[in-house]
């Protein structure tokens, strides 16, 4: 008979799956001393050792193990990298079947159900400005830390890995980015990918062109273009997070620099996230308004006072420009790491909001917002008590 066994050794350490089978055969009747009373035994024992030597020939020419054993690893993958818990197993699994099954190996291999393809990947290639700011090492550095933000999974030290899967033709497939080495300009793309029966290898026409092109060259195209959306996801958080940092501390400011400053923070309000102020309290909204015929206030001077409490520190009062007529009035509040803005126009509030930068998955960012509203609330009511 023939048994076959599938598993997976040191999972924590250097994983790798392992295909073991053993063959086991019945003596031949001629070998055997026979019999009245054995006889009938003897004979079925026959029967079944060569029934059996009949299914082994047919198993050892259709059935290829190397192929099982790719397809049980790109299985496993596929469904743990779905399950919550640790993933640092992952890349040194990916890692060792590569180089077990190198590409021109899987392309031998018959019944593949998965496949696995390794590219070196150069985030400068993508021409992209804000891409180039930064090395492959520090995107990847920052992916890892804010992974939940970018909908990633961190994978140990190692990488990261898109927690959503993309899928072109009939495959479906799952993009994981890892360092190359020690260079800082260069990542590695390893794609994981469950073929769904389709041949990789096959050329077909896009759309519009009279040109082939492998479906395994577009998988690892659209596996880019993830990879792209990523990095720029992570160069644009690198970008606001320095500018977060210019502005969250008290510095002097000169002349010549309040023209970029202002410039520098209509920029971070456009690639960050903004809530109006008093959304969720009516009062706060109404008093904003100033639909209150009885209660008028005086923004600028209202502005004035915030600059005199220490809580409400640093702060900044950016002039009207040519293309926007009204003051910009920015205050930080440290304690929940939240800017208070006041778009005002002589003594007439047009617009308040508060910017929160957008934080991981663990950390309530709707909780920040409010708190930070609470606090000005308390503030303004206490500001329009005095004045009464």
């Known amino acids: 008979s023939l048994v076959i066994r599938l598993r997976l050794l040191n999972k924590e350490i250097n994983p790798i799956a392992r295909c073991d ?100 990947l150069v985030p400068s290639s993508y021409q992209d400005k804000m891409i180039d700011l930064y090395s492959a090492s520090d995107l990847l550095n920052h992916l890892k830390r804010e992974a939940s ?30 360092t190359s080495g ?8 390893i794609i994981l990918c469950q073929t769904g029966g389709k041949n990789l290898e096959e050329y077909t026409l ?46 002097p400011i000169t002349p010549h620099s309040l023209l970029s400053d202002a410039d520098n923070f209509r920029e971070l309000c456009n ?17 904003l308004a100033d639909e209150d015929e009885d209660i008028r206030t005086d923004w600028a001077l209202f502005c004035s006072s915030m600059k005199g409490d220490p809580l409400f520190q640093p702060s900044w009062s950016f002039p009207p420009t040519e293309s926007n007529n009204f003051w910009l009035h920015v205050f930080f509040l440290k304690a929940d790491d939240v800017f ?26 709707s909780h920040r917002v409010e708190s930070a509203q609470l606090f000005f609330f308390n503030f303004y009511l206490h500001y329009i008590w005095n004045g009464l």
């Not at 208070?340 to 960012?365: H, Q, R, V, Y």
């Open 21 to 120: 089978t053993w063959i086991v055969t019945l003596p031949r009747l001629a070998n055997l001393k026979k019999t009245d009373k054995k006889r009938n035994n003897l004979a079925k024992l026959e029967r079944n050792s060569a029934w059996i030597d009949q299914c082994i020939s047919h198993v050892r020419t259709e059935i290829c193990f190397e192929a099982q054993l790719l397809n049980f690893i790109g299985s496993y993958i596929d469904c743990e990298v779905k399950s919550t818990g640790e993933k640092e197993w992952v890349f040194p699994l990916l890692q060792t079947t590569m180089k077990r099954f190198p590409l021109d190996k899987q392309r031998r291999l018959q019944g593949l159900h998965y496949r696995v393809i390794e590219t070196k």
């Open 149 to 178: 933000t970018h909908e990633l999974i961190q994978c140990g030290n190692d990488g990261v890995f898109t927690a959503n899967e993309f899928i072109m033709e009939e495959s479906r497939s799952y993009c994981f980015l890892t």
């Open 182 to 189: 020690v260079s800082k300009t260069v990542l590695t793309m």
């Open 206 to 251: 896009r759309e519009g062109s009279p040109y082939a092109v492998r479906t395994r060259d577009k998988v690892i195209v659209e596996g880019a273009r993830v990879a792209k959306d990523a990095l720029r996801s992570a160069a644009l958080g690198i970008y606001r997070n320095s500018l977060w940092d210019v502005f969250s501390v008290a510095r």
């Open 271 to 287: 690639i960050t996230s903004l809530t109006q102020l008093g959304h969720s309290l009516a009062t706060l909204s109404k008093l």
């Open 340 to 365: 208070l803005i006041f778009k005002i126009t002589k003594d007439e509030l047009l617009e308040g909001t508060i910017m929160a930068k957008d934080k991981s998955e663990d950390d309530d960012n």
